[in-house]
């Protein structure tokens, strides 16, 4: 499980230097957080969860491989081949899932998805501009947020794609992360989201949670 952990981390390291020198050109300098959000949102892109601890692990789980499968068939505008390559799987265990979650692929085929390729520098754009928001340079430096510094972000974007594996490994420790925050003590944590002792335990300890 890490080293597909370690592959995400590695992706976004691939991200930081294009971002670094996107906001030196505009800000006069690098803004090391604001390098960090951005470079996050762009992951957060391809993997955006919400964890709810009122849902048990296992169910949890299934839902989210039901939401990462639509997307990624959203990305792929419905082809099967593309979307098992690069979730890193074969077609029949897409054409699986598809059957199991109920999927109407010629639906997800007519419905526009905003990260495809003409969209990928638009949507860089407003990451950009959504993250500086927060901060107090936006309003001398937000116009300065140009066609070119979406260009350059965006290149990059094809890095952060996920495999099945990859992202799961990321929900597990997100929600795994959430119920040891919460619940303080791992014994409770497994009861209360449905898993075995031992089957957390190890769990935590590959994600670094222990």
Wanted: net charge positive; aromatic share 10%; charged share 40%.
């Amino acid at each position: 499980m890490t080293k597909t952990l370690e592959k995400i981390t590695d992706r976004k390291e691939k991200i930081d230097p294009v971002v670094e020198k996107a906001m030196e050109k505009f800000l006069g300098a690098t803004v090391k957080q604001v390098n960090d959000d951005i470079s996050n949102r762009l992951i957060e892109g391809f993997i955006d969860f919400d964890i709810d601890l009122n849902v048990k692990f296992k169910k949890a789980k299934e839902q989210f491989k039901h939401a990462f499968l639509i997307k990624l068939l959203q990305f792929t505008n419905g082809n099967i081949s593309e979307a098992a390559r690069i979730a890193g799987v074969d077609r029949r265990s897409i054409h699986r899932l598809i059957s199991r979650f109920n999927i109407d692929i010629s639906k997800l085929r007519q419905e526009p998805y905003y990260f495809r390729e003409e969209k990928k520098e638009m949507y860089v754009k407003e990451v950009v501009e959504e993250t500086l928001g927060r901060y107090d340079i936006t309003k001398e430096y937000s116009d300065k947020v140009d066609e070119e510094t979406a260009k350059n972000i965006s290149k990059k974007i094809p890095d952060v794609r996920l495999t099945f594996d990859e992202a799961i490994d990321m929900f597990e420790k997100e929600y795994i992360k959430a119920a040891l925050e919460k619940f303080k003590n791992i014994k409770v944590a497994a009861k209360e989201i449905g898993l075995r002792y031992e089957t957390l335990h190890k769990k935590a300890k590959e994600f670094g949670l222990r």
